[in-house]
Nanobody, 120 residues
Framework: QVHMVESGGGLVQPGGSLRLSCAAS????????MGWYRQAPGKQRELVAT???????NYADSVKGRFTISRDNAKNTVYLQMNSLKPEDTAVYYC??????????????WGQGTQVTVSS
């Protein structure tokens, strides 16, 4: 019913930048919060950043000042601009949306994940 398609991951050197995108499609009628989470090997999934439909943002302390989350409500798309990347940012990044589907109601939707590797 709802598809969250991510793009933009890859391999980058320390200090480099990447931009992740995630578009929601399907029978989704409305979206409240959208966000990015990440999971490194052997660790639990953790919040990276969230953004409300009105544009209010929240960031993990570890990425403040380096990452910027934004969204295009008309396209149901959320972005994550990642600058000054560090090796400890290496993880699989997942997008998330709190969306409303007609006939189903509000639900939590996840992307398939995109690998970000920061290494020299």
């Amino acid at each position: 019913q709802v598809h969250m398609v991510e793009s933009g991951g890859g391999l980058v050197q320390p200090g480099g930048s990447l931009r992740l995108s995630c578009a929601a499609s399907g029978r989704i009628f409305s979206i409240n919060d959208m966000g990015w989470y990440r999971q490194a090997p052997g660790k639990q999934r953790e919040l990276v950043a969230t953004i409300t439909s009105g544009g209010s943002t929240n960031y993990a302390d570890s990425v403040k000042g380096r990452f910027t989350i934004s969204r295009d409500n008309a396209k149901n798309t959320v972005y994550l601009q990642m600058n000054s990347l560090k090796p400890e940012d290496t993880a699989v990044y997942y997008c998330n949306a709190d969306g409303y589907v007609s006939g189903t109601g509000w639900g939590d939707y996840w992307g398939q994940g995109t690998q970000v590797t920061v290494s020299s």
